[in-house]
């Protein structure tokens, strides 16, 4: 299996870079030491707006022009979904609680949210109302999460302390889900972005964010 092509490797705008998100026009990123929310121009590499968090925002992602974003709350860190507005910040009366408490990252697919569960390995499709609606397991720890064009894009590994991740593709139209890894990530990469052609991921220890082209 092939490494992942770099393009970019930048400095994050705030340390510890946890979660990632793109709008079309912004990348989104939130920080697990700052607990805020920065919107970032990918031209100037710049921070236009950002706002604080909950919480940490562990996972995120653009739903209707809006962000979701996966906080830990409580001293039990028990995760749940929270709704934030560019420009405005968060909402303090959303709030969807994670099945069973557990969530890692987020995708938006047009029409409902998905939450990854890292340790349990599943990918958990989510009414509005915030129930399971249907339950992919996936062979790896999921650390990662993107959807485009109606297929997930995950970052993944068998051993968080290592240096062996993975991007793995879950195709979930089948009535059995098709998954294939497709590239090795040389890091320990949190979150996935994908901005039209090329992904992004936080090397997260190293306070880095980075671009990789899309493999073929």
């Known amino acids: 299996m092939n490494d992942i092509k770099e393009l970019k490797r930048l400095a994050s705008p705030a340390p510890k870079p946890q979660s990632l998100a793109w709008d079309g026009a912004t990348l989104w990123m939130g920080s697990r030491e700052?607990?805020?929310?920065?919107?970032?121009?990918?031209a100037t590499w710049t921070v236009g707006w950002e706002t604080a968090a909950p919480s940490v925002p562990?996972?995120?992602?653009?739903?209707?022009?809006e962000l979701r974003v996966i906080c830990g709350e409580t001293a039990e860190d028990n995760r749940v979904i929270r709704r934030c507005v560019p420009g405005k910040g968060f909402?303090?009366?959303?709030?969807?609680?994670?099945?069973?408490?557990?969530?890692?990252q987020l995708g938006w697919d047009g029409r409902r949210l998905h939450v990854?569960?890292?340790?349990?390995k599943k990918l958990l499709a989510l009414s509005p109302e915030g129930k399971v609606e249907r339950v992919i397991h996936v062979p790896h720890?999921?650390?990662g999460q993107v959807v485009v064009d109606g297929v997930f894009y995950l970052?993944?590994?068998?051993a968080e302390d290592t240096n062996d991740y993975f991007l793995t593709r879950v195709d979930?139209?089948?009535?059995?889900?098709?998954?294939?890894?497709?590239?090795?990530?040389?890091?320990?990469?949190?979150?996935?972005?994908?901005?039209?052609n090329n992904f992004w991921t936080n090397h997260r220890e190293q306070n880095q964010i980075v671009s990789f082209a899309r493999p073929d």
Do not use: N
């Open 155 to 158: 970052g993944t590994t068998d």
């Open 91 to 104: 909402d303090e009366k959303f709030r969807i609680p994670c099945p069973d408490y557990a969530g890692a």
């Open 34 to 42: 700052t607990h805020r929310i920065y919107a970032i121009d990918l």
């Open 116 to 120: 990854s569960q890292w340790y349990p």
């Open 172 to 196: 979930p139209r089948p009535a059995t889900p098709q998954i294939d890894d497709l590239a090795r990530i040389p890091f320990a990469a949190r979150a996935l972005a994908y901005d039209g």
């Open 141 to 143: 720890g999921i650390c």
């Open 58 to 65: 562990w996972g995120m992602t653009v739903c209707a022009g």
